[in-house]
């Protein structure tokens, strides 16, 4: 498996290049002296050049290839993501969230605000190093693939020849291209999780989906996916994830008598800064 190094040095070769870099956010970059392509989660690859382009179109393309050839090196970028720091305010949070989780007989447990990228809180032991952002287009993939008919922790844990074959017939074509193009950055991102946090974590991104969609609505009871939210502090939502069908009275116990001290551990969390308007720079020097 490429690491980020080695495949910008590939860049640099097959392109040559004078230099190459992972970004992210901000506006493309519009210089002649450049070309980019796009990768999962809002990230691009930058190649740049000593001189303008007299014609742009071929190195693209170039890179374009590059990038759908590694299609894993999405998801490490992706891991490199800035995260909030783990410390034990954090820590203590995710603790009280596995408690939590435990004593309602959920999944898991997880804080999440309005609108915001951040995932201020989980019980998942170890946590993935996902965003809300990452999240809810895993999550809103889940509920495709769902509505499908397939198994999400199955598909996952294929290898990449036997994925192809499982979904070969599969229609609509657009779910099947998305599962195909995006199965390997989830993968590469939970690559510390077995089958059972899979399932967890799935189910987990399909909640925060759908509370982000409807932050209105409190609980989803249903045969394959259950969630039960509660709001506190005006933006934050703290949301139980169930696997199924589960007792709405017995989850609003247990949380009812949770939120007060959740509550007091996410408002003295410090304050994260937004991130910047302009592009973030991700880069990897060449190894003397």
């Known amino acids: 498996m490429v690491d980020l190094e080695r495949f910008l040095d590939l860049v640099r070769r097959e392109l040559r290049c004078d230099d190459a870099r992972f970004e992210f956010g901000g506006q493309p970059p519009q210089s002649e002296d450049c070309v980019f ?21 071929a190195p693209e393309a170039k890179l374009v290839a590059l990038v759908e050839t590694f299609a894993g090196i999405g998801g490490r970028v992706e891991a490199r993501r800035p995260r909030m720091s783990a ?5 203590e949070l995710d603790d009280a969230l596995a408690l939590l989780a435990e004593k309602a007989n959920a999944l898991q447990a997880v804080v999440i605000d309005e609108d915001s990228p951040v995932l201020w809180g989980s019980s998942e032991i170890p946590p993935g190093p996902e ?6 287009w895993i999550g809103e993939l889940a509920d495709s693939a ?3 008919g397939l198994d999400m922790t199955e598909l996952v844990q294929l290898d990449e020849a036997t994925l192809r074959e499982r979904v070969a017939k599969l229609e609509p074509r657009k779910l099947r291209e998305r599962l195909l193009r995006k199965l390997p950055t989830i993968r590469e991102l939970g690559e510390h999780r077995d089958a059972e946090a899979w ?7 399909r909640a925060i989906a759908a509370v982000r969609r409807a932050p209105e609505r409190h609980e989803a009871i249903e045969d394959d996916l259950g969630w039960f939210a509660r709001d506190f502090g005006g933006i934050y939502h703290v949301i139980l994830v169930y696997g199924g069908r ?6 609003a116990g247990v949380m009812l008598r949770a939120l007060p001290a959740i509550e007091k ?5 410090p304050p994260i800064d937004p991130p910047p308007k302009g592009a973030r ?3 990897f020097r060449r190894r003397g």
Do not use: I, N
Request: proline share 7%; net charge negative.
């Open 131 to 136: 965003d809300v952002e990452v999240v809810m």
């Open 87 to 91: 410390g034990p305010v954090a820590r």
């Open 281 to 283: 720079v991700l880069p």
């Open 199 to 205: 399932t967890a974590h799935f189910a987990t991104c």
């Open 246 to 251: 589960f007792s709405e009275l017995g989850a």
């Open 146 to 148: 769902a509505a499908a």
């Open 37 to 57: 392509a796009e990768l999962p989660g809002g990230w691009r690859v930058v190649a740049l050049f000593g001189a303008p382009l007299e014609d742009g179109g």
């Open 265 to 269: 551990l996410v408002l003295s969390l």
